[in-house]
């Protein structure tokens, strides 16, 4: 299949259609004359949708003369795309530069309203749980966190290189040498910013990384050599709980270990159950994108929480203080 078959928006227009209760006209293209034509013969109330702007390297590059075009048959511009309001594209960034007004849509405020809200005015206590196989992707929400946060708790594959870090002998799990003296240096910021910081006590170990896999419950300090930790322990996971307990706002990225192995997803589900509960107590709950939004509707869960992001990367880089081009450009956000 061609890639311009394949990433054809065709497949969208009669679902919205049916979402909508109207036809929903696809042009097949997103500029030129197709889309000069097709909104001239517009009558009130119709609604067209534009090809796939992915079809032209110029909106990747941000283009300006693309970004032009793309607003040559509009009045004003509305981004309602969280999932790419951290990329600096022409349809993000460039085309708003040309409309005015410029405005977020009712999802974008949302998600802006939970993300930037709890980074910037939490509720307190207010607790961050990031997981994920490794530091070196997480190192600025750690540090974000860590100047904003009561209590943050690690989790996955990232926790051996922070028990490595302490002098744990950690087996065959995955471990970050390189990030060693860093994980050192993020647990003396929390120490001395007073941040509660929550690591494994037991985890999930297993002779290989495989569904199938030997598996047992071992304290940190008796893992054995050869076999790797994928998940917390029950033990890790009462820790968790107690110290969620009372906590306000919660945000989540990242998940506990390899839960999409049955053996290795306690801890995922248990951190997943226990954010529904405070939910329903009041708390904000917050599932910052990626891995742990899967997590949450592998578990029926995603219902219960107070906001799932729809942005992996553009959760993160909120989350980490920074402004998102595609945010910056409107001018009222």
Same mark, same amino acid.
């Given at each position: 299949?061609?890639?311009?078959?394949?990433?054809?928006?065709?497949?969208?227009?009669?679902?919205?259609?049916?979402?909508?209760?109207?036809?929903?006209?696809?042009?097949?293209?997103?500029? &030129?004359?197709?889309?000069?034509?097709?909104?001239?013969?517009?009558?009130?109330?119709?609604?067209?949708?534009?090809?796939?702007?992915?079809?032209?390297?110029?909106?990747?590059?941000?283009?300006?003369?693309?970004?032009? /075009?793309?607003?040559?048959?509009?009045?004003l511009?509305?981004?309602?795309?969280?999932?790419?309001?951290?990329?600096?594209?022409?349809?993000?960034? &460039?085309?708003?530069?040309?409309?005015r007004?410029?405005?977020?849509?009712?999802?974008?405020?949302?998600?802006?309203?939970?993300?930037?809200?709890?980074?910037?005015?939490?509720?307190?206590?207010?607790?961050?749980?990031?997981? &994920?196989?490794?530091?070196?992707?997480?190192?600025?929400?750690?540090?974000?966190? $860590?100047?904003?946060?009561?209590?943050?708790?690690?989790?996955?594959g990232?926790?051996?290189?922070?028990?490595?870090?302490?002098?744990?002998?950690?087996?065959?799990?995955?471990?970050?040498?390189?990030?060693?003296? $860093?994980?050192? /240096?993020?647990?003396?910021?929390?120490?001395?910013?007073?941040?509660?910081?929550?690591?494994?006590?037991?985890?999930?170990?297993?002779?290989?990384?495989?569904?199938?896999?030997?598996?047992?419950?071992?304290?940190?300090?008796?893992i054995?050599? &050869?076999?790797?930790?994928?998940?917390?322990?029950?033990?890790?996971?009462?820790?968790?709980?107690?110290?969620?307990?009372?906590c306000?706002?919660?945000?989540?990225?990242?998940?506990?270990?390899?839960?999409?192995?049955?053996?290795?997803?306690?801890?995922?589900?248990?951190?997943?159950?226990?954010?529904?509960?405070?939910?329903?107590?009041?708390c904000?709950?917050?599932?910052?994108?990626?891995?742990?939004?899967?997590?949450?509707?592998?578990?029926?869960?995603?219902?219960?929480?107070?906001?799932?992001?729809?942005?992996?990367g553009?959760?993160?880089?909120? $989350?980490?203080?920074?402004?998102?081009?595609?945010?910056?450009?409107?001018?009222?956000?």
């Open positions: 299949m061609d890639s311009r078959k394949k990433f054809s928006l065709a497949p969208v227009a009669p679902v919205l259609s049916k979402y909508v209760g109207q036809e929903v006209k696809l042009v097949s293209d997103c500029v &030129g004359t197709a889309v000069s034509g097709a909104v001239d013969a517009m009558k009130d109330g119709d609604i067209v949708l534009l090809e796939n702007v992915r079809f032209y390297p110029e909106e990747e590059k941000n283009d300006p003369a693309f970004a032009k /075009k793309l607003s040559e048959n509009a009045d511009y509305v981004n309602d795309a969280f999932g790419t309001a951290h990329r600096a594209h022409g349809s993000t960034e &460039g085309v708003a530069s040309f409309l007004p410029a405005v977020a849509g009712f999802l974008l405020e949302k998600e802006l309203d939970y993300l930037q809200g709890a980074v910037d005015v939490p509720k307190r206590p207010f607790a961050a749980i990031v997981g &994920g196989s490794k530091v070196s992707t997480k190192i600025s929400v750690i540090e974000a966190m $860590l100047a904003k946060v009561d209590k943050l708790i690690l989790g996955g990232m926790v051996f290189t922070f028990l490595k870090a302490r002098g744990v002998s950690v087996g065959a799990s995955l471990v970050e040498d390189d990030q060693l003296e $860093l994980a050192t /240096k993020l647990e003396g910021i929390a120490k001395e910013k007073g941040v509660e910081l929550f690591l494994a006590k037991d985890v999930v170990v297993a002779d290989k990384f495989a569904a199938d896999a030997a598996n047992k419950v071992v304290g940190i300090n008796d054995p050599d &050869g076999w790797m930790g994928l998940d917390i322990g029950p033990e890790s996971l009462a820790d968790i709980q107690n110290g969620l307990a009372g306000n706002t919660v945000i989540w990225n990242g998940p506990m270990g390899v839960f999409e192995m049955d053996a290795f997803a306690k801890g995922t589900f248990g951190v997943a159950n226990t954010l529904a509960e405070l939910t329903s107590k009041g904000i709950t917050i599932i910052g994108g990626g891995d742990s939004v899967a997590a949450v509707e592998k578990a029926g869960l995603a219902d219960k929480m107070s906001h799932i992001s729809t942005g992996g553009a959760s993160l880089e909120l $989350l980490e203080g920074k402004v998102l081009p595609g945010v910056a450009a409107l001018n009222e956000a």
